[in-house]
């Protein structure tokens, strides 16, 4: 099915399960151990052996020699599998640096042997008696100095835009600001590491991992593997958190595979803490430059976001300026993103890659912009509103209401009580509060499924979908009940599995609207064939309570598939509403911190996101995306900062000690509102993505906060006490 004109009325408006909050429908295994994870496939008759990696020392240059002879005689070793072993080998598709193979080291910790053993304890020891021999390279490990050697990469990336005439509209507008920002390298740090399981059979393999993204997955690893990717079997039912850095193909299953290869045993690697932090991607760090012109009375009539970013040669650029191109009216404008070669870890997609750190920054410089001008922060936002993609004024957002968001989240947080910077003290705590803008753009990716309807009523849903803790479970399965008219119990989901047909996956926030279409598109063909087997016209047949009806002829559906069943499978393709419309996700988030007056301590009291972003299919499920979001961006608001060795080379905090993340704990109260709202240019479910939106502006959110309580402005993230304190008022 081909979506190429706005939704108009369909069964899934009818809400009677979608759009319901219902609990998770794998709640259950997940809470009692049964949902097994990539390394949990235990399975007592198959004789595992265990792969521990093996990492580069140094972050660039070539390996002379390895000497693996200590460690094939160390108890326990099946085999060693080293990178020169195996040889150069062609890289997948989304990579910029490679997994493994050949005598090259891009980064520090990259892959370079695996060693197999009966057991962990076994080849973890055996890995430490690997010797490698390096020939050591001079590398760039700093985005400050690498800055200035930046280049424009290739017009791929989408590195400038610009309309009307920045300069001279800035230069003589009535207020400005010019204002540098940085964020800095930060770490997906899941709950599940990166693990994989591989088993031979002949020429086929076996991968049991985690994996946002089946079908990617599978082609990348076919082309390293060099072999048909019709030979692997790849399964990710369950997944213990991904943010991106489970987008794409990963050193633990070319590991397994190969391991288990030359063991001749099905393997398991699971990448240790302290190995993923340099072994995986990051975040990349950014330095962004602001300039915005407004006249009095606060329309912005200039607006210019520059921003630089690192990465590995050939690499990509952080699109931290994204979100300046679409979010605030002006009519001279521009955007420049450079892109520094740092031979550091691969930098790539991390919830929200481009609005996430681009928001750090603007939302800041709105914040400042709106007190130059003597404005309410929220009252300049609503000024510099815009229904258009402001550098393409004939292309209309497809629906927009960030205006509803900031005037219902100001009415419901209290915003009115917040007072002047650094006015309001209860003891040793500043108390501030903040807003800023959330905003990240809706997007579609093809998705396929199959839907077999059984002669019990059982609907089974069979799609490569992936659920990364995110509910794909539970849509999925609404939307096949919604679209049959079965209870949720009379619906089967199986996710995660090549053998399915190939889904979106879970990335950039379109794993939601996009996989549940896909769904749709199957249930339809479904519909159609049953229709088609009771002889009914198929335009006005109505399935509900387990029945199928036309005019007055109803028959239960267990007698209308038959004993055979029924199946339907389609995919859902993507017309050109994205261009004609821009598609976006719209949010506000209110915070409130205290800031100790003597230890410059910044504490989060309570936190209110109202996010527009169409149809909510599942408030319980979104919920939770936008909860988790905020927690992620406190963490990246007052901790998260991966410390970069810029002698040697790698990230010096890696690990879950060092890189602080933000916790439940650390947040008392947090609340979240859904507009009421649908977006029929979206999909047929008129629904958006929630996931990385509740990240977007948080952090700026936090920023504004303490600003507002301290009267101290951080530009440069983390916000960390160190930066608040020689600058706060006398405790006393
Ligand atoms: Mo997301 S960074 O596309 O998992």
Request: charged share 20%.
């Amino acid at each position: 099915m081909k979506f190429d004109t706005p939704a108009t009325t369909n069964p899934i408006d009818q809400m009677k399960v979608v759009g319901k909050p219902i609990p998770r429908i794998d709640g259950d295994l997940k809470v009692t151990g049964r949902a097994k994870y990539a390394y949990e496939w235990h399975d007592a008759s198959t004789p595992y052996a265990y792969g521990y990696p093996v990492g580069a020392s140094i972050a660039r240059g070539r390996i002379r020699s390895m000497d693996i002879a200590a460690a094939e005689k160390a108890p326990g070793v099946l085999a060693v599998v080293t990178t020169l072993a195996v040889g150069e080998r062609k890289k997948g598709k989304f990579n910029t640096a490679k997994l493994f193979g050949g005598d090259e080291v891009q980064h520090y910790h990259q892959a370079i042997a695996v060693v197999v053993a009966e057991n962990f304890e076994q080849a973890r020891a055996a890995a430490a008696l690997v010797k490698v021999d390096y020939a050591e390279e001079k590398g760039a490990f700093d985005l400050k100095e690498a800055m200035k050697t930046a280049e424009k990469p290739a017009d791929s990336q989408q590195p400038d835009t610009s309309v009307g005439d920045f300069d001279a509209t800035f230069g003589s507008a009535a207020i400005t600001l010019d204002e540098a920002y940085s964020t800095p390298d930060q770490s997906h740090a899941m709950m599940e590491p990166n693990a994989s399981i591989a088993a031979w059979d002949g020429d086929n393999v076996t991968v049991w991992t985690s994996s946002q993204m089946i079908d990617w997955w599978r082609a990348d690893l076919a082309t390293t593997l060099d072999i048909d990717k019709e030979k692997i079997h790849l399964m990710s039912p369950f997944i213990g958190g991904g943010f991106g850095g489970k987008l794409f193909l990963r050193s633990d299953a070319v590991l397994a595979v190969l391991g288990a290869q030359a063991a001749k045993r099905p393997v398991k690697v699971a990448l240790p803490r302290p190995f993923m932090i340099n072994n995986t991607t990051h975040r990349p760090a950014t330095i962004q430059r602001i300039r915005i012109g407004a006249e009095r009375d606060g329309k912005i009539t200039a607006i210019a976001h520059e921003s630089w970013s690192g990465d590995q040669p050939g690499g990509q650029l952080e699109a931290a300026v994204a979100q300046t191109r679409l979010l605030y009216a002006g009519a001279n404008r521009m955007t420049a993103m450079r892109l520094a070669t740092l031979n550091l870890p691969e930098g790539n997609a991390m919830r929200a890659p481009g609005e996430a750190p681009g928001l750090m920054a603007l939302e800041i410089a709105m914040d400042e912009m709106a007190e130059k001008l003597g404005l309410d922060p929220i009252e300049f936002r609503i000024l510099n509103d815009t229904q258009v993609d402001p550098e393409k004024p004939e292309r209309p957002f497809s629906h927009r209401n960030l205006i509803g968001c900031l005037k219902l989240g100001a009415e419901t947080f209290g915003w009115s009580s917040r007072g002047k910077p650094g006015a309001r003290r209860e003891g040793n705590w500043l108390i501030g509060q903040g807003v800023a803008v959330a905003f990240r753009n809706n997007m579609m990716l093809p998705s396929g499924a199959r839907v077999r309807l059984d002669r019990q009523g059982i609907a089974t849903v069979e799609t490569d979908m992936t659920d990364i803790g995110t509910g794909s479970y539970t849509i999925i399965a609404q939307t096949a009940a919604e679209m049959l008219g079965l209870p949720m119990d009379r619906v089967a989901v199986q996710l995660g599995d090549s053998r399915f047909p190939v889904s979106a996956g879970s990335g950039g926030q379109f794993g939601a609207n996009s996989s549940t279409s896909g769904v749709y598109a199957a249930c339809v063909k479904l519909r159609e064939a049953v229709a088609a087997k009771l002889g009914f016209n198929s335009d006005d047949v109505v399935f509900e309570n387990g029945e199928v009806r036309s005019g007055n002829r109803s028959v239960p559906l267990t007698e209308a598939v038959g004993d055979e069943g029924l199946v339907g499978e389609d995919t859902m393709t993507w017309g050109d509403l994205t261009q004609t419309h821009q598609q976006s996700t719209f949010g506000a988030h209110f915070v409130e911190v205290g800031v100790d007056v003597a230890t410059g301590e910044s504490r989060v009291r309570r936190m209110l996101a109202v996010c527009a972003a169409g149809r909510i299919l599942n408030p319980i499920t979104a919920r939770s995306q936008v909860i988790g979001a905020m927690t992620m961006g406190v963490g990246g608001a007052l901790s998260e900062e991966l410390a970069v060795d810029t002698r040697r080379g790698f990230f010096v905090n890696h690990d879950l000690a060092g890189y602080e993340v933000a916790v439940h704990a650390d947040i008392p109260h947090q609340d979240v509102i859904f507009m009421d709202e649908t977006d029929p240019m979206s999909s047929p479910m008129k629904a958006k993505g929630v996931g990385e939106l509740g990240l977007c502006g948080v952090s700026a959110a936090i920023a504004n906060a303490i600003y507002n309580a301290s009267g101290v402005r951080v530009r440069h993230y983390p916000l960390t006490l160190d930066k608040l304190i020689g600058n706060l008022p006398d405790v006393a």
